[in-house]
């Protein structure tokens, strides 16, 4: 995720800025960037990799100014270059920004037409343009950041810079954070609080639509349509380890609350709810390819294995496609019959894991199709694919993999229904029901995270001691069991399984009884009936059910020994909510446990050797 840091004061702005960024870093970033005023105009360093790369640039040829503005750049639009660094620049304009802007296709477009020689890809250079225009119209930088956020769709969180006004940053934002840090005769802007911690503590939280003018003795505040609005003032004692988690304990929990806001991100500009189906531009893939795919083939490892299995079911169902699903490991240099007319999806994370690289590399020589799904911008995979469809989840610190599991779902069901769609196997109604249903998904995210969130944590003070914990689904609750097990495993070091509940008499039904805590996923969809049939089998044998039911589900209450309620949504859909209760429970046990949450022993985040 970008960070922002902006200062305006009498000391000199740019180790402010650096270091206001360093404090961001835990972000994730890729390059990082400075303006500052200086007498000559607004002078600029922008520098790809570490912030001792920006530093060293910044040691060569010093800023002086004391206003400034700063930027370390997680790439969603356009690869991580200097080019495509901020601050962009237009005129006498310089802008930071933090988000997505979803209508920068249009924006582009008309700002071309306009005569605007636009430098690099991404969506920010566009706001830069947007307010230069208006300052040329006559608009004072108030009035032009005003009307520019009038014409911009999407997340941002922006902080601009005016020649002619080198006495003031003016900020805005909507669904991006940004906080501004109350000074004596200096203030501050950041995308977050650990930035400000060293300078003060007293903050002001901006709420989508606010627009902020920093001068170094004051902070005024407006609404979209200019108007003075006020905001209360807050002490923040955090400490800085407690800020860098925005006050969790732990990044994976973090993670695990931030789910509705990556869903959200990741399905921004992808959902076109007018006509009630998947934008074609962000897919990666033209309507000719779509229709000439005979076979999907998806390649992953560990957590993103996971979701490409309800991958594969959807794209059975949504697009009527043949599809199979491999571990990258096993399909990788065994030779395996792929080529023309397959379509390779590898889901990656990191988008560096070397078995899901080599294996995509082999089916794309054998002549297949590669398209990746991946959370980090550039990364080998997404180098070597021939489409690239992103998910945003932001980069994700626990080494356990929560919110990129459950953004990768988001992109491998409007991948489906794309396909669906395209080939004429899914009618426009139905596409429409599930483009409705995936845009209801953050709230719903939302109430589940907030109503299982204590019992589960009880209910993991309870079972901790477990030696063995069973996870039992069927079709899409299949790769949630398999997913509910890794997760207790991680992080705990509790043994789990995950089983597809109809082979649960094929074996694992020897394990089960009164010891064996067994939760068993039964959301209203297609196989309800059977996957209670299994809850029966477990409870029969002593087992200490928990179920993991769709809201109101009486039969489920009467049946289990808790019961975790998730909210009613499409059958297609139950994944992204079944599973957070899940991801809950490992994360509640690892802690009453004591293990090491966020970097559990001999796992890596990013596994890029043999
Ligand atoms: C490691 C991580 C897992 C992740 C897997 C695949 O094992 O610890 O969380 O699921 O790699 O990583 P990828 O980046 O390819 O999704």
């Not at 740019?14 to 360093?22: S, Y």
């Not at 310089?94 to 979803?102: K, P, Q």
């Not at 040329?136 to 020649?163: M, N, P, S």
């Not at 800085?240 to 921004?268: C, S, V, W």
Request: glycine share 8%; proline share 4%.
């Amino acid at each position: 995720m970008c960070g922002i840091v902006g200062y305006v004061g009498p000391r000199p702005a740019a180790p402010i800025l650096v270091d206001g960024l360093r404090r961001l870093e835990y972000r994730g970033y890729d390059s990082a960037g400075l303006a500052v005023h200086s007498p000559s105009g607004i002078e600029i360093r922008r520098a790809v990799g570490k912030l001792r790369n920006l530093e060293g640039l910044l040691f060569e040829r010093p800023l002086e100014g004391t206003v400034g503005i700063g930027h370390t750049r997680w790439a969603t639009h356009g690869r991580p270059s200097e080019v495509n660094a901020h601050p962009h620049v237009s005129g006498d304009i310089a802008v930071v920004h933090n988000g997505i802007i979803e209508n920068h296709v249009a924006l582009r477009r008309e700002l071309k037409a306009d005569g605007f020689e636009i430098q690099s890809e991404t969506d920010t250079e566009l706001v830069a343009h947007l307010v230069q225009r208006e300052v040329r119209r006559g608009k004072d930088l108030l009035g032009a950041v005003l009307e520019t956020i009038a014409r911009l769709q999407g997340a941002y969180a922006i902080a601009v810079l005016d020649h002619a006004r080198p006495d003031r940053i003016v900020v805005a934002r909507a669904s991006s954070p940004l906080v501004v840090g109350l000074g004596e005769g200096e203030n501050f802007c950041a995308s977050d609080v650990p930035a400000l911690l060293p300078y003060t503590r007293e903050m002001i939280f901006l709420e989508d639509g606010d627009v902020a003018v920093l001068e170094a003795d004051r902070v005024q505040l407006f609404d979209v349509r200019g108007e003075t609005i006020e905001r209360p003032r807050r002490h923040i004692d955090w400490s800085p380890a407690m800020a860098e988690k925005a006050g969790y304990k732990h990044f994976m929990l973090k993670e695990i609350f931030e789910q509705p806001r990556a869903i959200e991100d990741t399905l921004r500009g992808r959902l076109d709810r007018t006509s009630g189906d998947i934008f074609d531009q962000e897919i990666g893939l033209d309507e000719e390819r779509a229709k000439a795919i005979r076979r999907v083939v998806f390649l992953a490892c560990g957590t993103s294995h996971h979701a490409t299995i309800a991958g594969r079911y959807w794209t059975e169902e949504l697009a009527g496609i043949p599809a199979v699903t491999e571990l990258a490991s096993e399909f990788r240099g065994r030779n395996p019959i792929v080529g023309e007319g397959d379509l390779v999806v590898a889901v990656s994370q990191s988008g560096e894991t070397i078995d899901t690289l080599v294996a995509a590399r082999e089916a794309k020589k054998k002549g297949a199709t590669v398209l990746a799904v991946v959370n980090v911008i550039d990364s080998a995979i997404a180098r070597m694919a021939d489409a690239v469809f992103y998910t945003h989840a932001g980069p994700e610190i626990g080494v356990a993999s929560t919110k990129c599991f459950t953004a990768q779902l988001a992109n491998l069901l409007m991948l489906s229904i794309w396909l669906g769609r395209r080939r004429g196997h899914l009618s426009a109604e139905r596409c429409r029901e599930l483009v409705e249903a995936l845009a209801s998904l953050p709230q719903q995210m939302q109430e589940t995270l907030q109503g299982t969130r204590q019992l589960v944590a009880n209910l993991a003070k309870r079972t901790k001691d477990a030696r063995d914990v069973l996870f039992l689904g069927r079709g899409l609750s299949f790769p949630i069991a398999l997913e509910g097990a890794l997760k207790l495993k991680e992080i705990s070091y509790v043994h789990a399984e995950g089983y597809a509940a109809g082979e649960m008499k094929h074996g694992p039904i020897a394990l089960i009884d009164e010891h064996v805590p067994v939760f068993v996923l039964v959301p209203e969809d297609d196989q309800y009936e059977r996957s209670f049939s299994n809850l029966q089998e477990a409870k029969a044998r002593d087992a200490r059910v928990i179920a993991v039911a769709t809201s109101g589900d009486e039969a489920a209450l009467d049946q289990s020994d808790d019961l975790l309620e998730v909210p009613r949504t499409l059958p297609q859909l139950t994944p992204f909510v079944t599973v957070l209760p899940l991801q809950l429970f490992a994360y509640y046990v690892a802690d009453f446990k004591g293990t090491d949450v966020d970097q559990p022993r001999n796992l890596a985040k990013t596994v890029t050797v043999e």
